[in-house]
C-alpha cells in the first residue's frame, strides 16, 4: 500500500475529506518514521507493537529492522471493524 492508497482508505474508513486527512496522514508517517529511526519502541494497538531489532547506516539510505507483534485479540477487533466487501448490501 502506498501513501495514496492510505489516505484514501482513510477517508472512506472516516468519512472525513481528503483535504483533512492528507496533512494529517503524512505528519503521522513522518512522526512514525522518526520514532523508528530513533530506535523507540511503538505501541500503536491495534496496529501492534514494534521493535527496533537492528540498525544500519549506508550512504544513501537508512536500513531499519522493526519486529512487529500483534495480539490475536487485537487482530480479531481489527477484522471486526472492517466491513466484509462481499457481504450484500442492506435493502
Same mark, same amino acid.
Given at each position: 500500500?502506498?501513501?495514496?492508497?492510505?489516505?484514501?482508505?482513510?477517508?472512506?474508513?472516516?468519512?472525513?475529506?481528503?483535504?483533512?486527512?492528507?496533512? /494529517?496522514? @503524512?505528519?503521522? $508517517? #513522518?512522526?512514525?518514521?522518526? !520514532?523508528?529511526?530513533?530506535?523507540?519502541? =511503538?505501541?500503536?494497538? &491495534? +496496529?501492534?507493537?514494534?521493535?527496533?531489532?537492528?540498525?544500519?547506516?549506508?550512504?544513501?539510505?537508512? /536500513?531499519? @529492522?522493526?519486529? $512487529? #507483534?500483534?495480539?490475536?485479540? !487485537?487482530?480479531?477487533?481489527?477484522?471486526? =471493524?472492517?466491513?466484509? &466487501? +462481499?457481504?450484500?448490501?442492506?435493502?
Amino acid at each position: 500500500m502506498g501513501k495514496r492508497e492510505l489516505i484514501d482508505r482513510v477517508v472512506t474508513a472516516s468519512g472525513i475529506k481528503k483535504s483533512a486527512a492528507k496533512p /494529517v496522514v @503524512e505528519a503521522m $508517517l #513522518r512522526e512514525l518514521g522518526d !520514532a523508528v529511526s530513533k530506535g523507540e519502541t =511503538l505501541n500503536l494497538q &491495534p +496496529l501492534g507493537k514494534g521493535i527496533v531489532k537492528n540498525r544500519k547506516e549506508l550512504e544513501n539510505a537508512e /536500513v531499519i @529492522e522493526l519486529r $512487529l #507483534r500483534r495480539s490475536k485479540q !487485537a487482530i480479531e477487533a481489527a477484522k471486526a =471493524l472492517k466491513p466484509d &466487501p +462481499l457481504a450484500k448490501a442492506a435493502e
